[in-house]
């Protein structure tokens, strides 16, 4: 019997960062496997990002498709998974970088196991798996706060704990937003969440253990991915923390309030949020951790 060639469709979803996205596509472009679109979907200044565009359409043997979006992460991602025509999806970050090899050896994996009602394959982060334990990594974990080096479970905290480097694949809850891919048809019902259209975090590890519950997600060890992290830089810490406060509380009440004893869990994390503010501050001498974490709660305060 012949193998099934599932087609990928790749989004990116960017704003005013051309230059990281030059390089994400440099590394697309050099990929073996070669993906049937790539959607740009950019909410900036759209003249030099779509006149650069308009030019890989004209040398490039790849198709690329520019598609202009109000600022907004999520409906940026949704409008990707609108137009996307592959049978696979990819979200890569533009400030990411494809190892060779990536999106073959996804692909190569949803082919060779079609059978396991497959929703989404990702790779691994290269820069999670040079992590070495701490005592500030060690103090997160205790608190049941975001964790980059953990078990790909969403806590009952209602933060992430992302998987760590393995040698083999693993079945996982959620998925990291700058790498993730998914079965088109899955994405159909599954779209990312409304609620996150204004506060973007936590979009990709909500909308992922939603797949979850219903189809098996798998993180992959051959398929390496280098990403830069910029979001605290381009959007600050005050915003991140108050997005974080506003979003994860949606993300505990939605999945974990109903079962009382998980709101032990919940409030201890905000002990740990409020140790780990105060140490941001003062090792950067500025406030905007702490501020946008006093924000956030403001926000929940009148939103009841």
């Not at 193998?3 to 989004?11: D, G, Q, R």
């Not at 740990?272 to 951790?289: A, N």
């Amino acid at each position: 019997m012949e193998e099934t060639k599932l087609e990928a469709s790749v989004v990116i979803c960017t704003l005013n960062n051309l230059k990281g996205l030059k390089v994400c596509i440099e590394s697309i472009e050099n990929q073996a496997y070669k993906p049937k679109e790539i959607i740009i979907v950019h909410a900036g200044d759209f003249g030099h990002t779509e006149d650069y565009i308009k030019k890989l359409n004209s040398v490039s043997t790849l198709n690329y498709i520019f598609i202009s979006s109000i600022k907004s992460l999520v409906l940026q991602r949704n409008i990707g998974i609108e137009n996307a025509t592959g049978d696979v999806v990819f979200f890569i970050d533009d400030d990411a970088t494809l190892g060779l090899g990536y999106l073959g050896n996804i692909i190569n994996f949803y082919n060779n196991n079609l059978e396991i009602g497959l929703g989404g394959v990702q790779g691994t982060i290269y820069q999670r798996k040079m992590q070495k334990p701490s005592i500030y990594s060690i103090f997160r974990k205790l608190a049941f706060a975001c964790d980059t080096n953990g078990s790909g479970t969403l806590q009952r905290s209602g933060y992430p704990s992302f998987l760590k480097c393995h040698t083999e694949p693993q079945y996982v809850e959620i998925f990291s937003g700058c790498m993730m891919s998914f079965k088109r048809d899955v994405l159909i019902d599954n779209k990312f969440n409304k609620q996150f259209e204004k506060f973007w975090w936590g979009d990709d590890f909500e909308m992922s253990y939603r797949i979850s519950r219903n189809y098996k997600l798998i993180q992959i060890p051959n398929a390496i991915i280098y990403h830069e992290n910029s979001a605290p830089t381009y959007e600050g810490r005050k915003k991140i923390w108050m997005m974080t406060v506003v979003n994860r509380k949606f993300i505990f009440d939605e999945y974990f309030s109903s079962n009382r004893f998980n709101y032990i869990f919940y409030y201890w994390s905000i002990i740990g949020d409020i140790l780990i503010v105060i140490t941001q501050s003062l090792k950067s001498r500025k406030l905007d951790p702490l501020i946008g974490l006093i924000n956030g709660y403001k926000l929940l305060n009148n939103s009841t």
